[in-house]
T-cell receptor
């Protein structure tokens, strides 16, 4: 049972345009959400996060939106750059596991930004 | 970058042989995690540790065991490797629930 789903395996956008990556979750007990970025042959790196008490968090070109009623979050990258080409994973933290730091990851979306 | 290393980085082994992967950190973080990454599945938690000698199972723990005798080391053991355990294995560390820092990964092939 996939509790965190990224239904788009891949996304291609033009440099300078907006990239929107989506993530859906089924467990209403998730209270913290994160996005990770992964380049080939490297480990994932933390990108941005959001608490369930907020609906938006912004960090430079990256903004994460959370819609709790729809159990949906999205990552916006504006403007997109070729260096943003990577696999993006969304992850969720169950409130019951706040003492362990356990995360549930989605399947990942491969973003390609074309020059 | 967080001080986290994994060894070996690549390994090819035969079905039925035991394999141990090592994760080493220099950050003195409390939490350590082992994940596997497979196409279509993303990252799945195998085991995790919340302190020395304190470990627990993740969502795909069958066929794996772990040990943590020191803060800095977290070992993942495949008691008898199977082809289904061919994967890329990532170790991660964390001090709080808000971020995890990942190692560079170990590519394991079981023939």
């Amino acid at each position: 049972d996939q509790q965190v789903k990224q239904n788009s395996p891949s996304l291609s956008v033009q440099e300078g345009r907006i990239s929107i990556l989506n993530c859906d979750y089924t467990n209403s007990m998730f209270d913290y959400f994160l996005w990770y970025k992964k380049y080939p042959a490297e480990g994932p790196t933390f990108l941005i996060s959001i608490s369930s008490i907020k609906d938006k968090n912004e960090d430079g070109r990256f903004t994460v939106f959370l819609n709790k009623s729809a159990k949906h979050l999205s990552l916006h990258i504006v403007p997109s750059q070729p260096g943003d080409s990577a696999v993006y994973f969304c992850a969720a933290s169950p409130s019951m596991d706040s003492n362990t730091g356990k995360l549930i990851f989605g399947q990942g979306t491969t973003l390609q930004v074309k020059p | 970058d967080a001080g986290i290393t994994q060894s070996p980085r690549h390994k090819v082994t035969e079905t039925g042989t035991p394999v141990t992967l090592r994760c080493h950190q220099t950050e003195n973080h409390r939490y350590m995690y082992w994940y596997r990454q497979d196409p279509g599945h993303g990252l799945r938690l195998i085991h995790y540790s919340y302190g020395v000698k304190d470990t627990d199972k993740g969502e795909v723990s069958d066929g794996y065991s772990v040990s943590r005798s020191k803060t800095e080391d977290f070992l993942l053991t495949l008691e008898s490797a199977t082809s289904s355990q061919t994967s890329v294995y990532f170790c991660a560390i964390g001090q709080t629930r808000y971020e995890q820092y990942f190692g560079p990964g170990t590519r394991l092939t079981v023939t």
